[in-house]
């Protein structure tokens, strides 16, 4: 939880009747959400993932309630007084995902305007202010949203961690099981199958191997904090595996690039999530690796916030 606003700045909230804009953004991991005016920002909370796919319904609408009311709260403001409310949130492209958002907004923010977007396109408004450029999101999923100065877009990757996530949380996870694992069997020292053993509180090689595939499995993305603070140690398994997912998520934007910028024009390149914030070493390889294929690009070096661009988008309504 976040403090935001002194309370002299909440009763002129109240005393103006300013109206407000309500911003979430709904990770795999967690929900963030920012309540503004038309040029502050009043009040930060962060709650519980709400996205169905991976807590369920009711998890997910009591992360999105207790976020609300935790925001009006913290600026001592109303329901009334929001204007409009924006959600950028994995999978906001799915018929389940927008009937359930529909239904719950219908009772938490009754008649008011409320716009459901992908986790990539607050993101990049965020990243870009709603101008040219390629944005790659790893958290504990990963996706790639590029719009160019023609305003054609093009989104990559993002389809789950079965068939794509390649470079996210997720993605690291499992494959430092894998690797891990597999470096065992060949009879090489593995400290990370200690740490993960130890992570996952099992007592052997064979019960993590019985664990990790079972169904649903275990989540692999919560192994990553593990990894980067090995990486940051520069332990040489954990740099690789960072090394390359930054190789894997230069993969995922280099076709957008080609598809959008094929004259070779100057592209900006940004980038948003956990993982992507949390290690330098990938953040490093993933800049090295499309460098290597493509030149005239722009690296912003700042992370983007993503529920800072769906207040942007709230504001524009």
Same mark, same amino acid.
């Given at each position: 939880?976040?403090?935001?606003?002194?309370? %002299?700045?909440?009763?002129?909230?109240?005393?103006?009747?300013?109206?407000?804009?309500?911003?979430?953004?709904?990770?795999?991991?967690?929900?963030?959400?920012?309540?503004?005016?038309?040029?502050?920002?009043?009040?930060?909370?962060?709650?519980?993932? !709400?996205?169905?796919?991976?807590?369920?319904?009711?998890?997910?609408?009591?992360?999105?309630?207790?976020?609300?009311?935790? =925001?009006?709260?913290?600026?001592?403001?109303?329901?009334?007084?929001?204007?409009?409310?924006? %959600?950028? %949130?994995?999978?906001?492209?799915?018929?389940?995902?927008?009937?359930?958002?529909?239904?719950? &907004?219908?009772?938490?923010?009754?008649?008011?305007?409320?716009? =459901?977007?992908?986790?990539?396109?607050?993101?990049?408004?965020? @990243?870009?202010?709603?101008?040219?450029?390629?944005?790659?999101?790893?958290?504990?999923?990963?996706?790639?949203?590029?719009?160019?100065?023609?305003?054609?877009?093009?989104?990559?990757?993002?389809?789950?961690?079965?068939?794509?996530?390649?470079?996210?949380?997720?993605?690291?996870?499992?494959?430092?099981? @894998?690797?891990? =694992?597999?470096?065992?069997?060949?009879?090489?020292?593995?400290?990370?199958?200690?740490?993960? %053993?130890?992570?996952?509180?099992?007592?052997?090689?064979?019960?993590?191997?019985?664990?990790?595939?079972?169904?649903?499995?275990?989540? &692999?993305?919560?192994?990553?904090?593990?990894?980067?603070?090995?990486?940051?140690?520069?332990?040489?398994?954990? !740099?690789?595996?960072?090394?390359? @997912?930054?190789?894997?998520?230069?993969?995922?934007? &280099?076709?957008?690039?080609?598809?959008?910028?094929?004259?070779?024009?100057?592209?900006?390149?940004?980038?948003?999530?956990?993982?992507?914030?949390?290690?330098?070493?990938?953040?490093?390889? &993933?800049?090295?690796?499309?460098?290597?294929?493509?030149?005239?690009?722009?690296?912003?070096?700042?992370?983007?916030?993503?529920?800072?661009?769906?207040?942007?988008?709230?504001?524009?309504?």
């Amino acid at each position: 939880m976040y403090v935001s606003v002194p309370p %002299i700045m909440h009763e002129c909230v109240t005393k103006l009747g300013m109206q407000l804009y309500l911003a979430i953004d709904g990770g795999g991991s967690k929900t963030d959400l920012v309540l503004g005016d038309a040029t502050r920002e009043l009040a930060h909370a962060t709650m519980s993932s !709400c996205k169905i796919q991976r807590v369920g319904r009711d998890a997910a609408y009591e992360a999105l309630r207790s976020g609300i009311d935790e =925001v009006l709260h913290i600026a001592s403001a109303q329901k009334e007084e929001i204007a409009c409310c924006c %959600i950028g %949130i994995s999978g906001g492209e799915l018929p389940e995902t927008k009937e359930f958002l529909a239904g719950a &907004f219908r009772e938490l923010l009754p008649a008011k305007k409320n716009m =459901v977007f992908g986790d990539h396109v607050i993101a990049h408004a965020a @990243a870009f202010h709603g101008g040219p450029g390629v944005l790659v999101i790893s958290g504990t999923g990963s996706i790639v949203y590029g719009m160019n100065q023609r305003g054609q877009g093009m989104r990559y990757g993002g389809r789950g961690p079965q068939i794509s996530d390649e470079g996210s949380g997720y993605w690291i996870g499992r494959r430092a099981v @894998a690797l891990a =694992v597999s470096h065992d069997d060949l009879g090489e020292e593995s400290a990370l199958l200690r740490e993960i %053993i130890q992570e996952w509180g099992v007592q052997s090689k064979a019960e993590l191997v019985a664990l990790a595939n079972e169904q649903p499995g275990p989540d &692999f993305a919560a192994l990553f904090p593990l990894i980067e603070k090995a990486g940051a140690l520069n332990d040489d398994f954990a !740099c690789e595996l960072l090394g390359a @997912a930054g190789r894997e998520l230069a993969k995922l934007v &280099f076709p957008v690039i080609l598809r959008l910028w094929p004259a070779g024009e100057a592209v900006r390149v940004a980038g948003a999530g956990g993982v992507f914030r949390s290690s330098q070493e990938l953040r490093q390889s &993933f800049e090295t690796q499309l460098n290597s294929k493509r030149g005239n690009l722009e690296f912003v070096q700042e992370v983007a916030d993503p529920v800072l661009g769906a207040l942007l988008l709230a504001r524009r309504g």
